[in-house]
């Protein structure tokens, strides 16, 4: 199966923020766009990756783009994979806002860019940002005029003064686009998530098609969450690439920090986390804790073993089906769920990603009739019967009451009786029964008085 990259909210106008390091992109791209998803520091360079969100201004919603610093002719691997990603926002803009700053005046970068943008076609706006004070007239505003792209727009991303009427002027160019309202339609949202370097973002580039994560051998060069959208097999797809998740005690960097908390809560707006684990260094306590993570919050999980080309080469190399067995023998809560191998620089196997969080998404979706529940838990129950204290304990009936999780109540004469082991043998059973791997199952016991009968009388 194959994965196309499409438009990011392909129906929306895409307004693109370039410019060179450290002029204020991220704090005037989170102003707008009401979040906080991209990252603001003093350091230039802290944005990376290319950030979106919808924004809306006067009743005109867009999808705005952030992107890291623009430095043209670098030479530095990671400043030309920035650069590379500007570029592809530019091909995909309808409206660009190229930003500098009037504290530092037109740099050589700055004319550098603006040679760039004349010679497109796509509609321009320079914006001239940190003017804080309100006296437009302390700051020397001459040497823009001389790049070429009209009337400097001021604003003041820290204190948002002057915002409005760049918006204003914005919104000018979406009549002109005569932009329709997007198309509703759900995505799965898929979070990649794992321990910096293990191939997150080669992973997401190549599913892409497209460089839209910068890949790097240095630990934690993606520093933001990263949305790309996808159309594979007829399902579309949100795949999220997050920063490397740390032990909280090693994280001694702000931007690090903020990125893992970040991370987290990617995955918590997510359907299914596929989680990357490093087939040579094999899973890890820190592996382990955000497979957990993913599970306590009742999201869909994959686990995914990258770099299976180098295990291939070893000498000593075990096969697939061994190496799986060894995962689930590590870590015993990972028998419900899917672990594929891949490997994200070949390319070989990773389509199965798509497959495999389609089908562990439509599993967590699914509905059982209450019918065939008592059905299941009538059979379950004769073959091993519930006891607690040495008491005979009766199960009335099981409903539904929830997917994504699949979340289901257990009618019981005495629930408080029932022991762990019981309660994690009827899970393993309700999952065997309906097909519920790669996802969490919730079992909620509730009391319920005896009935005449032998219990389970709800099925009848």
């Not at 997007?182 to 293990?198: D, H, I, K, S, Y």
């Amino acid at each position: 199966m194959s994965a196309h990259p499409i438009s990011i909210d392909p129906v929306r106008p895409i307004v693109a923020i370039i410019g060179r390091p450290n002029v204020g992109k991220s704090t005037f791209f989170n102003r707008i766009s009401g979040t906080r998803k991209a990252i603001t520091d003093d350091r230039p360079g802290v944005t990376r990756d290319r950030i979106h969100a919808v924004a809306q201004w006067l009743g005109h919603r867009f999808t705005l783009v952030d992107t890291g610093g623009y430095v043209p002719g670098s030479k530095d691997e990671i400043e030309g994979s920035i650069r590379r990603q500007a570029e592809h926002a530019l091909e995909a803009a309808d409206i660009v806002l190229f930003m500098c700053e009037a504290s530092t005046g037109v740099t050589g970068d700055d004319r550098e860019v603006a040679d760039l943008l004349r010679r497109r076609d796509t509609p321009c706006l320079l914006v001239v940002n940190k003017v804080d004070h309100p006296e437009i007239e302390r700051y020397d505003l001459g040497e823009f005029y001389a790049l070429g792209l009209g009337e400097p727009h001021v604003v003041s991303a820290a204190n948002g003064r002057r915002s409005g009427d760049l918006l204003d002027a914005l919104v000018a160019h979406f009549v002109q686009l005569e932009a329709a309202p997007p198309p509703e339609e759900e995505a799965v949202r898929v979070v990649l998530a794992g321990r910096p370097n293990v191939g997150k973002s080669t992973l997401i580039n190549r599913l892409a098609g497209q460089e839209v994560s910068i890949v790097h051998d240095v630990p934690g060069t993606t520093r933001d969450a990263t949305d790309v959208t996808l159309d594979c097999g007829g399902r579309r797809f949100v795949l999220v690439d997050t920063a490397g998740m740390r032990r909280r005690s090693k994280i001694d960097d702000q931007v690090e920090y903020y990125s893992t908390l970040r991370a987290s809560y990617s995955i918590e707006r997510c359907d299914v986390v596929i989680v990357l684990v490093d087939a040579i260094e094999g899973a890890t306590a820190q592996d382990a804790r955000i497979m957990g993570h993913a599970m306590e919050l009742g999201k869909g999980l994959v686990v995914a073993v990258n770099k299976w080309d180098l295990m291939a080469a070893k000498q000593d190399r075990v096969g697939i089906d061994t190496y799986r067995d060894d995962l689930r023998h590590r870590y015993p809560f990972l028998l419900p769920y899917p672990i594929l191998v891949l490997s994200a620089l070949t390319g070989s196997r990773t389509s199965r990603c798509f497959d495999e969080a389609a089908r562990v998404h439509d599993r967590a979706h699914i509905r059982i009739p209450t019918s065939r529940l008592n059905r299941w838990v009538e059979e379950a129950t004769k073959r091993l019967p519930p006891t607690g204290a040495g008491r005979e304990i009766r199960i009335h009936y099981v409903t539904q009451s929830a997917v994504s999780p699949p979340t289901f109540l257990v009618f019981a004469t005495r629930p408080d009786l029932v022991g762990e082991s019981y309660r994690r043998h009827l899970e393993r059973s309700l999952r065997e029964t309906f097909d519920f791997a790669g996802t969490p199952v919730r079992l909620h016991w509730r009391h319920s008085r005896s009935r005449r009968g032998n219990g389970t009388r709800a099925s009848r």
